[in-house]
């Protein structure tokens, strides 16, 4: 239990980190990133478009980021309860 903040401290920044990956991804693309795989243009197959929407789950899923800062902020930083 005194080192399940370690878990935290990784779901966090490796959801945040995707999210961040895929906005960017999206961002380069443009218009083009927002195709999916059925069309014929669309660059690497849909996988940005993809990539983009399951991103923001990711940050729900197990535990939002605001749960997984408090686990961090109370086991490993110790700061009191509020």
């Known amino acids: 239990m005194a080192t399940d903040w370690y ?3 990784a779901k966090l ?5 995707f999210k961040r990956a895929a906005s960017v991804a999206m961002q ?3 218009l083009y990133g927002q195709l999916d795989q059925r ?3 669309t660059p690497l197959r849909g996988w940005i478009e993809h990539m ?10 197990a535990g939002t980021s605001e749960i997984q800062k408090n686990i961090i902020a109370l086991r490993r930083l110790g700061l ?3």
């Open 7 to 9: 878990a935290a401290m």
């Open 13 to 17: 920044y490796s959801t945040e980190l």
């Open 28 to 30: 380069l693309l443009g």
């Open 39 to 41: 069309d014929d243009i």
């Open 52 to 61: 983009y929407l399951v991103s923001f789950g990711a940050t729900i899923a």
């Open 80 to 82: 009191p309860r509020g």
